[in-house]
């Protein structure tokens, strides 16, 4: 295990995602950028993955819809968990930090980055609530390939990008017999310096 704590954790955690980036090619796995991301509303959490879109200024970066669950309870509650699991590293990353929406200009520029047809997906997708038939998705999807034939699709304004300004990562690494580390960095906000300690495992 190469890893040495008196680095910035981001810069040891670009460090891990890169490794598993590389891990993944060779192995042939896919998403070494899914994270499992957990909200709470009303002291009752909910999970889901989400791929990690890159460090936005200091923040963890993902997107989607705005005004499906986890951007209704992320507007309610920005306290949010995330974990990255590199099963073939036996590496665990935990990050607790507050969500923010990113700038219309950072959403507008990954929108413009995706494939066409998940751009006609987003505008298609009232993501979280009840579809009564899978064809009144299809129907939509047309609707919007239709509007948007021969154009450039602009960003629906209730999609988007949020980053996890992190207060506390965790570093896990599995050992043998289950005696693993865990280093831990931890600041009281984002003004603060990093404080680090270990955890038993
Ligand atoms: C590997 C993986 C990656 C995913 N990435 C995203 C993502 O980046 N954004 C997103 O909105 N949903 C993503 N999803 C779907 C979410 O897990 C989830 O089903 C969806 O966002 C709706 O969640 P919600 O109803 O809690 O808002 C991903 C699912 C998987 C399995």
Known sequence: MEFDFEKDPLENFLKSIHQAEIESV???????????????????????????KGLVRGGF?????Y?????????ENNNVA???????????????????????????????SRARQSQIGAWASQQSRELKSREDFEEKIKFFENKFKDQTIPRPDNWGGWHILPL??????????????????????????????????
């Open 168 to 201: 506390e990562i965790e570093f896990w690494f599995a050992q043998v017999n289950r005696l693993h580390y865990r280093y831990v960095y931890h600041r009281e906000d984002v003004n603060h310096e990093w404080q680090r300690r270990m955890r038993y495992p």
């Open 82 to 112: 995330a974990t990255f699991f590199w099963p073939y590293l036996d590496h665990q990353i935990n990050v607790k930090g507050q969500a923010f929406k990113l700038t219309v200009a950072e959403s507008d520029a990954y929108f413009e």
């Open 26 to 52: 060779v192995q042939n796995i896919s998403d070494f950028n899914a994270m499992a991301l957990s909200t709470a509303k009303d002291n009752k959490p909910s999970s889901r993955m989400v791929l990690f």
């Open 61 to 65: 970066s993902f997107y989607t819809h």
């Open 67 to 75: 005004n499906g669950r986890k951007g209704c309870e992320l507007s």
